[in-house]
């Protein structure tokens, strides 16, 4: 049983009370650049996925509190929660450091850009 | 040339007071080089390694895994087998598996017991209904022996059921397919590895890979914790691991691996003879020879590798199960377990070779490969023996992501697989 708390209401509960939403940070090709999409961009949009064992970062909704989307960083593992952030930031920097193969791949290219 | 098991060979041993039965299969130390090696010595992994010697005459291979042989999903499972599926790729894959189970005992000399005791698929809303009429027309045109069944049917075959029409959710008929049914999850395993170290398949246990070689475009071996090993053809055959073995030779995989819970029941006497899915309220039951009713239902919602899952999913399957069978409501359950199942978008499994030359992936199973080891076995095999896609495993490409062809049976088999 996980427990959750959102960032944005502050709300606790268990996994009941909010609804998972798959891989954080997933961009749409089409909203960037909708003239020039190929189709590995839109396959890995679609279904390519980071399914690391470890630190992995996930969208979550806070279903029976604010009703919003948020972030979260979570061990796939031990299943612990290492950090709640909102929906259009990333994670804490220490956390992006401890982030390891696809995931780190990621979060240079968005330091980059 | 390994003893076979009969009924002269079990008389002989009891006089010994079954002392003296050898190994089923040796423990040996991997090689320096093998023409091919199997990650994975799970049913898929290790029915690929028999069908390779077997069909393909490659003994000199090796199927490496990290833990004990069919330790992950294979024993982990609910044991259901049908090929009831929707899609006409789907049903080719899955009823040969189902037909190759018909003759697994004799072939492995191993009793796999497979037990062709009939499976039926509950339908509980009209909607459920219309989907599995459906279905049942797909299945017809392919030559399955399945059909709609009555209420009425349905009560004979299983009088438990709760056939009360005011209920939230009545049985309005069912899906039956009476060749399904169930096997023994943990003698497939043994009686594929048994039968494949026969023909000289070196199994490998405690022997867990840790990176992937790579000479160009192609396989060159494997590093493991127990040394490199050089091949030119690997067969990743991970399950709920597979992403973390393809991202070590840089292939990003459509996959999300998640939790799926099982549990049994104490033991008691036979109340019901078949497999019931219902779908709708997400469970299903059957019984084992030992009495115990084995119950599963859908995955947990998030990514996880714990081999643990929550109390919630395990609590929604029980309700639903309760309801549709009330006579249980006191039966105690006695374990309950998990295994990280291997999701793909369109629910349906991936065989594949893939950019790397010499590297081939079998995975996507998701909640449903017990029923497959045999099918995916054969076809895996073969494609990785003449570096070509198996007829039947090619819709199940890694490309069908990339062309947009997908092979949906989400929709058509929701919950359970």
């Given at each position: 049983?996980l427990?959750?708390?959102?960032?944005?209401c502050g709300?606790?509960?268990?996994e009941?009370?909010?609804?998972?939403?798959?891989?954080?940070?997933?961009?749409?090709?089409?909203t960037?650049?909708p003239?020039?999409?190929?189709?590995?961009?839109?396959?890995?949009?679609l279904?390519i996925?980071?399914n690391?064992?470890?630190?992995?970062f996930?969208?979550?909704?806070?279903?029976?509190?604010?009703?919003?989307?948020f972030?979260?960083?979570?061990?796939t593992?031990s299943?612990?929660?290492?950090?709640?952030?909102?929906?259009?930031?990333?994670?804490?920097?220490?956390?992006?450091?401890?982030?390891?193969?696809?995931?780190?791949?990621?979060?240079?290219?968005?330091?980059?850009? | 040339m390994k003893?076979?098991?009969?009924i002269?060979s079990?008389?002989?041993?009891?006089?010994?007071?079954?002392?003296d039965?050898?190994?089923?299969w040796?423990?040996?130390?991997?090689?320096?080089?093998?023409?091919?090696?199997?990650?994975?010595?799970?049913?898929?992994?290790?029915?690929?390694a028999?069908?390779?010697?077997?069909?393909?005459?490659?003994?000199?291979?090796?199927?490496?895994?990290?833990?004990?042989?069919?330790?992950?999903?294979?024993?982990?499972?609910t044991?259901?087998?049908?090929?009831?599926?929707?899609?006409?790729?789907?049903?080719?894959?899955?009823?040969l598996?189902r037909?190759?189970?018909e003759?697994?005992?004799?072939?492995?000399?191993f009793?796999?017991?497979?037990?062709?005791?009939?499976?039926?698929?509950?339908?509980?809303?009209?909607?459920?209904?219309?989907?599995?009429?459906r279905?049942?027309h797909?299945?017809?045109?392919?030559?399955?022996?399945?059909?709609?069944?009555t209420p009425?049917?349905v009560?004979?075959?299983?009088?438990?059921?709760?056939d009360?029409?005011?209920?939230?959710?009545?049985?309005?008929?069912a899906?039956?397919q009476?060749r399904?049914?169930?096997?023994r999850?943990?003698?497939?395993?043994?009686?594929?590895a048994r039968?494949?170290?026969?023909?000289?398949?070196?199994?490998?246990?405690?022997c867990?890979?840790?990176?992937?070689?790579?000479?160009?475009?192609?396989v060159?071996?494997?590093?493991?914790?127990r040394?490199?090993i050089?091949?030119?053809?690997?067969?990743?055959?991970?399950?709920?691991?597979?992403?973390?073995?393809?991202?070590m030779?840089?292939?990003?995989?459509p996959i999300?691996?998640?939790?799926?819970q099982?549990?049994v029941?104490?033991?008691?006497?036979?109340?019901?003879?078949?497999?019931?899915?219902?779908?709708?309220?997400?469970g299903?039951?059957?019984?084992?020879?030992?009495?115990e009713?084995?119950v599963?239902?859908?995955?947990?919602?998030?990514?996880?590798y714990?081999q643990?899952?929550?109390?919630?999913?395990?609590?929604?399957?029980?309700?639903?199960?309760v309801?549709?069978?009330?006579?249980?409501?006191?039966?105690?359950?006695?374990?309950?377990?998990?295994?990280?199942?291997d999701?793909t978008?369109d629910?349906?499994?991936?065989?594949?070779?893939?950019?790397?030359?010499?590297?081939?992936?079998n995975?996507?199973?998701?909640?449903?490969?017990?029923?497959?080891?045999?099918?995916s076995?054969?076809v895996?095999?073969?494609?990785?023996?003449?570096?070509?896609?198996?007829?039947?495993?090619?819709?199940?490409?890694?490309?069908?992501?990339?062309e947009?062809?997908?092979?949906?049976?989400?929709?058509?088999?929701a919950?359970?697989?």
């Amino acid at each position: 049983m996980l427990v959750v708390t959102c960032p944005v209401c502050g709300a606790e509960g268990d996994e009941t009370d909010f609804h998972y939403g798959g891989q954080a940070h997933v961009r749409r090709p089409a909203t960037h650049d909708p003239a020039n999409i190929s189709d590995e961009e839109q396959r890995d949009y679609l279904f390519i996925r980071h399914n690391p064992k470890g630190l992995h970062f996930e969208r979550w909704r806070c279903d029976r509190g604010c009703g919003k989307w948020f972030h979260a960083a979570r061990d796939t593992v031990s299943m612990e929660f290492k950090a709640f952030y909102g929906i259009s930031e990333l994670p804490p920097e220490e956390l992006q450091a401890q982030a390891k193969g696809p995931w780190a791949d990621y979060f240079k290219s968005r330091a980059k850009a | 040339m390994k003893t076979r098991y009969s009924i002269f060979s079990l008389a002989r041993n009891a006089m010994n007071y079954h002392k003296d039965w050898e190994k089923a299969w040796r423990s040996p130390d991997p090689k320096a080089e093998y023409d091919a090696v199997i990650v994975g010595a799970g049913g898929h992994g290790l029915a690929t390694a028999y069908y390779l010697a077997k069909n393909h005459k490659m003994t000199n291979i090796a199927v490496v895994e990290k833990g004990w042989l069919g330790g992950g999903n294979t024993g982990r499972n609910t044991t259901i087998i049908r090929s009831n599926y929707l899609q006409d790729s789907s049903i080719a894959i899955y009823e040969l598996a189902r037909s190759l189970y018909e003759g697994l005992s004799q072939d492995l000399n191993f009793n796999t017991m497979f037990s062709p005791r009939g499976l039926m698929m509950l339908c509980q809303t009209e909607h459920e209904f219309r989907a599995m009429k459906r279905t049942s027309h797909a299945n017809r045109l392919a030559g399955l022996d399945c059909r709609m069944i009555t209420p009425a049917e349905v009560k004979e075959i299983v009088p438990i059921i709760n056939d009360d029409p005011a209920c939230r959710y009545p049985v309005l008929g069912a899906y039956y397919q009476p060749r399904g049914g169930t096997g023994r999850h943990d003698a497939v395993a043994w009686g594929y590895a048994r039968g494949a170290d026969a023909m000289g398949v070196d199994i490998i246990q405690n022997c867990e890979v840790t990176g992937i070689r790579r000479e160009g475009g192609q396989v060159a071996g494997l590093d493991t914790t127990r040394g490199t090993i050089r091949t030119k053809k690997i067969g990743v055959v991970t399950a709920g691991h597979v992403s973390t073995i393809m991202d070590m030779a840089g292939v990003r995989m459509p996959i999300e691996s998640m939790c799926l819970q099982a549990l049994v029941s104490e033991p008691i006497k036979p109340v019901i003879d078949c497999v019931v899915m219902a779908n709708t309220v997400h469970g299903y039951i059957s019984q084992s020879d030992k009495g115990e009713l084995v119950v599963g239902g859908g995955t947990d919602p998030y990514n996880n590798y714990s081999q643990r899952g929550s109390f919630t999913a395990l609590e929604h399957t029980v309700t639903a199960l309760v309801e549709t069978f009330p006579i249980i409501s006191r039966l105690r359950m006695l374990r309950q377990w998990g295994g990280i199942v291997d999701m793909t978008g369109d629910r349906s499994p991936i065989l594949s070779k893939t950019d790397v030359q010499g590297l081939y992936v079998n995975c996507g199973w998701g909640t449903g490969g017990f029923k497959a080891i045999p099918g995916s076995g054969w076809v895996f095999a073969d494609t990785i023996a003449n570096d070509r896609p198996h007829p039947i495993a090619e819709p199940f490409s890694l490309n069908r992501f990339l062309e947009g062809r997908l092979i949906d049976e989400s929709v058509a088999a929701a919950v359970a697989h």
